[in-house]
Structures are given as C-alpha cells and as structure tokens.
C-alpha cells in the first residue's frame, strides 16, 4: 500500500474548471477512456509476456502464444479506438458548445463496442478464432464493433445537422474520421474467397485506420487542444487542420499502395504509394513549427496541459521518426523487397502505431479524465517519469526489431539461410526486445495509475 501511496498523485480539485458548463456527452466520454486505459495497461502486461514467451519457448502459460500474439494485436487496434470514440464525443461538443444529437445512443454505444471487444479478447483466450492475421476474432464480432461506429457515425453527424452554421472544421475532421473507421472495418466482416481481395481489405484496417481514419479524428483533437491551452490562434490551426486532412485522406489511400503490390496488385502500385508517401510527412513538419512557434510565444502553467502536451509531442516525435521517416525508407521498392514481412516491418509497426496513435489518444484521454483538476508537483513528475519510460522502452525494444529485421533480412533473403536457422541468430535481439518491453510496461503501468487517480479526484465534479 504504501507503493500505492508513493504514485498517489490525486492533486487539487481546481473548482473553477469544475464548474465549468459541462455537457451529459462529456461526462459520458469518461467512461469511454476509462476503459481505453484499463486496456493500455492490459496491452502493456500482454505485450511483455508474448516476448518473453518468444525468447523461452517452453515457459508455461495457459494461452498459447499464436493467441497471446492474436490479443496482443487485438488491443492494439481496439483500446486507441475505444478511447478515441470518448475524446471524439468530448471535442466535439467542446468546439460546438453545446450537447450532441443523443447522448442515449452514445451510451448504448459504449456498450456495445465494449461487449464486443472483451468478447473477441475473450474467446481468443480460450483459443476461438478464424485465423485471419491482424483480425483474427470471429467475424459475428467485428459486426457488433460496425454497429458501434455506425451508431456513433449517425450520432455525429445528426449532431453537426443541427446546427449547421457553427460547424467547425476540427468537429468536422473528427467525424469523417468516425466514418471512415466504420467503412474501412466493414468489408472486413465479410469473408472471400479471392486471397487478394482478403488481404487488400485486411490492410484498410492494418494500415489505413491508423494513417487514414485515426490521423483525422487526432488532429481534431489536436487542433481543439491546440486552440484551448493558447499554443496557436484558431486560424492557424484550421489551415493546417485543412491541410492535415487533405493529406491524411490522399497519402492514406494511395500510401497503402507499397502493401498492395506484395498481394497481388500490379507494381505501379509500389510506385504510387512510395511517391504519395512523401507528401504525408508535410503536415507533421507544419505541426512542429507551429508547436515550436507556440511555445517561444506563451507559457503553459497548467500542469494539467503540460502533461497533454508531453504525451502530444512524443506522438509528433515518434511520428516524425517512426511513421513518417523510417515508413518512408522501408516504403522505397528496393529497400520493401528485402525488408517486407520482417522483424524491421514490425519495429516500424511498434513505433507507427502505438508511437504516433498510441501517445495522442493517451493524451485525450488523459485530458478529457483530469478534467477538473489540477496534479501536484509530485504527480506532474510521476507522470512525465511515466511517459519518459514509456518512450525509452518503445525506443529501445523498436530499436532491437529493427536491428534485428536487418539481419534477418541479410542472412534469410540475401545469403539465403535457412530460416530456422537464422531465427536463433535473432535472440540477443530478442531479449533486448524484453529489456525494452519491461521498461515500457512499467511505464504503461505507472501512468495508467496516475490517470486513474485523476479520474477518482475529478469523478464527483463530472
């Protein structure tokens, strides 16, 4: 208990922000990122497990690891979704100022998309699945996820509608964002017959949720908290925000073309998306000076969005690294002939996914749960201990994927080992991935507790 205490960072109720108008939507979005947390530090402890069940083969364990992997990978995809459906609703309503279309269907909402989730993790526990990579639960629960976005699609837009002269353009971009999640995931409750239609819509959830559907509902989020802390005017953020979205929906499209060509499409494919690549990493070069811009300019005292702002500009970072550059190069034809479908592509995933998504729906959801309050300076330390670990372990256990992707590369496909082989070249690697996981769970750990503990300070207000 006394561990419990040392993190107990419930800071100062700020009475003048919990006083503050806020609508049934709003308090509704709690219970979403709630529960997006909750998942973060499960996925964290599944994580680790998997890879220390990949470096000792024969440790015993009541999930095999192809279904520990298959939950591993579930969470990754459903926790940002979940907690970006809350941040979605509290934006939205915060820019709008006022309440959305039905906060009744929103609360249906939550329920359904999370007995659906829990019941894909759920049944991959006790080794039910269709053995569909990426997506690998039943197909009866993708549905159930569908009808979730649909609702919350329909919610949105009926929002918007009703007062169509005071739609801003980040209450906008968050709900095309919805709407693409939900006609992206759709076809993938189907199932085909032709390996290439299954694996081309297989990678609109894979790749094209996060650099397409997600990247839209995150600048709105972005832009709302970018205009609320004073770190630009609104009309600045909303020409980039335009721009960010332009980008996000044609690179989206067309970038996914480098994974087309390997299932079965023609190679203009690996050219056009190499190419569309490049233009992607432009709007994330205008946030940073536009961030950089912002804080030469004002001071942010609110520890509260200081600590927003840390998670905020670690997903620029890893955005920048992982996604944008390091998506680049392995998007160049020469470099994805050798490097596709390896542990370099994983390290990349590692970084793209949970360093871009990951770090800005933490922040959301960190925002939208601390509402209300104010961390003392012993909580504001712990939280950026937290996101500091975080960042070393995802750097480090991506680092020894990608090392490890090169050689893999070279001996396997180059010198053309025996993969067998060559696999148990890869542990050194392996174990540092455990190195880098441990400390990144202890991270996730810690700052999963500390957004726990604003939420309990600030549950009363809400």
Known sequence: MKLFKLFSFRGKVDKSIARKQQFIAQKISRRYCLSAIALFALQGVVALLGAVDLVIPDLPSPIPFEYGRAIHLGL?????????????????????????????????????????????????????????EFLE?????????????????????????????????????????????????????????????????????????EEMAFELTSAGFIATFYIVSGLAPRTQVEKWLYLEAALAIVGGLYGTGHHYYWIGFPAVWLVLGSLVSLVEVMPVGLLLHMTYKGLKSIKIRSKREKLTLWLLLSSV????????????????????????????TSGHAHLALFGTLGFAVLAGCYYVLSR??????????????????????????????????????????????????????????????????????????LLSWRIFKAWQATKLNS
């Open 137 to 209: 639960g039943m197909p009866i629960f993708y549905v159930g996820i569908c009808l979730a976005l649909a609702l919350a699609s329909y919610n949105l837009i009926r929002t918007l509608l009703m007062d169509k002269r005071d739609i801003t353009p980040a209450a906008g971009t968050m709900t095309v964002g919805m709407i693409f999640l939900l006609l992206l995931l759709l076809p993938n409750t189907i199932t085909y017959s032709n390996p290439i239609t299954d694996e081309t819509t297989k990678f609109w959830v894979v790749h094209l949720w």
């Open 372 to 445: 209300g309050s104010e961390p003392t300076l012993k909580g504001y330390r712990s939280g950026v201990l937290a996101i500091i670990l975080i960042n070393i372990g995802l750097i480090t256990m991506s680092s020894a994927l990608l090392v490890a992707g090169l050689k893999e590369a070279y001996l396997w496909r180059i010198l053309g080992m025996d993969f067998m082989e060559v696999r148990l070249l890869l542990n050194p690697f392996l174990i540092l991935r455990v190195l880098g996981g441990a400390m990144f769970t202890l991270g996730d750990l």
């Open 317 to 344: 970072f890893h955005h920048v690294t992982g996604a944008s550059l390091l998506g680049l190069l392995m998007s160049v034809p020469w470099v994805n002939l050798y490097m596709h479908g390896t542990y370099f």
């Open 76 to 132: 990754a995809d459903f926790w940002p979704l979940i907690g970006t459906m809350g941040m979605v609703y509290f934006f939205t309503t915060a820019e709008l100022n006022r309440e959305i279309y039905s906060p009744r269907l929103a609360r249906w909402q939550y329920w359904i998309v999370m007995f659906f989730s829990i019941s894909i993790f759920g049944t991959l526990a006790l080794r039910i699945g269709n053995g569909r």
